[in-house]
């Protein structure tokens, strides 16, 4: 398995931008699919992003499209989440999770999952 620490949360205030790094240890970062999860206080996990093993595909939940990027760098066994044109609505606890299927989508579907961190976003 491998162990995941987020990184990059804070205050913004709305339109700002902010970007999330999830660090990863063990020599196996590349073989796991990569996701970002958020969840707000008093609603479920939620998935944002996700991006295969080489970085050479992302999907996105569509509330975040065209605002947020996921990318990763193998090399630093790091995955990125670049959000830009915040909301307050995006305020939230953010989590990386580490996966097998590429385009999972829920929770459940991620064996591995850092401790996460706050992003609040003021209007």
Known sequence: QVQLVES???LVQAGGSLRLSCAASGRTFSSYAMGWFRQAPGKER?????ISRSGSSAYYADFV?????????NAR????LQMNSLKPEDTAVYYC???VRT???TPREYACWGQGTQVTVSS
């Open 97 to 99: 999770a580490a996966g």
């Open 46 to 50: 939620e998935f944002v992003a996700a």
């Open 8 to 10: 990059g949360g804070g």
């Open 103 to 105: 385009s999972a989508t």
């Open 77 to 80: 066994n790091t995955v990125y």
């Open 65 to 73: 499209k065209g605002r947020f990027t996921i990318s990763r760098d």
